[in-house]
């Protein structure tokens, strides 16, 4: 069965380092998306990409975060100038179509920031 | 600021039992549901989706969808100690229609 698959699970980094995390999404899906799950708090959207570019961010995705499609597979989130806050897990989804369309994760990266 | 409001329990149902969950959502002009299970460390994972009025059943899981109430609900049957994790509710709000809003989840306990 297809899935979404991150790289890698577990980064540890120092504050004000860069980090990019990888994702490949599902190969027919056309619509992609990055969420971040705070330990003990709700999953939260950062951002969604569709046709090479934005097509929706939160309020949480400013200028320290970019993404980009790199290739044909693969989905990356730079995090420019890490923070302690930016420790989380983040998420990457893809989905089908948009619209509504049921969206399915990958098993995540594990973010530390020192 | 669109809402998803799930309690977060703990729910605590015997085995063999059925536990209802249930979520309510602030954006009137949501259009579209989903339920997703985290175990504790994983990644969401899709259980179902759920679009218009009514009920929608697969296998053990029934959804339900009342959205003059803005109320959506899930329902499991038979339920397995395998059932225990957090359940959480998304909804697909009418503007932001390639995002998901998420509740904080329920953590559901089914005791062998």
């Known amino acids: 069965e297809p899935e979404v698959t991150q790289t890698p699970s577990h980064q540890v980094t120092q504050m004000g380092q860069e980090v990019i995390l990888r994702c490949v999404p599902i190969?027919?899906?056309?619509?992609f998306y990055w969420y971040r799950q705070i330990l003990g708090q709700k999953v939260e959207f950062l951002v969604s990409?569709?046709?090479?570019?934005?097509?929706?961010k939160s309020e949480i995705f400013d200028d320290q975060f970019s993404v980009e499609r790199p290739d044909g597979s693969n989905f990356t989130l730079k995090i420019r100038s890490t923070k302690l806050e930016d420790s989380a897990m983040y998420f990457c989804a893809s989905s089908e179509q948009g619209s509504y369309n049921e969206q399915f994760f990958g098993p995540g990266t594990r973010l530390t920031v020192l | 600021q669109k809402e998803v409001e799930q309690n977060s329990g703990p729910l605590s149902v015997p085995e063999g039992a059925i536990a209802s969950l249930n979520c309510t959502y602030s954006?009137?002009?949501?259009?579209?549901f989903f339920w997703y299970r985290q175990y504790s460390g994983k990644s969401p994972e899709l259980i179902m989706s759920i679009y218009s009025n009514g009920d929608k059943e697969d296998g053990r899981f029934t959804a339900q969808l009342n959205k003059a109430s803005q109320y959506v609900s899930l329902l499991i049957r038979d339920s397995q100690p395998s059932d225990s994790a957090t359940y959480l509710c998304?909804?697909?709000?009418?503007?932001?229609?390639?995002?998901?809003?998420f509740g904080s989840g329920t953590k559901l306990n089914v005791k062998p």
């Open positions: 190969s027919n899906h056309l619509y």
């Open positions: 990409f569709y046709n090479n570019e934005i097509s929706e």
């Open positions: 998304a909804v697909c709000g009418e503007r932001g229609f390639n995002k998901f809003y």
């Open positions: 954006d009137r002009g949501s259009q579209s």
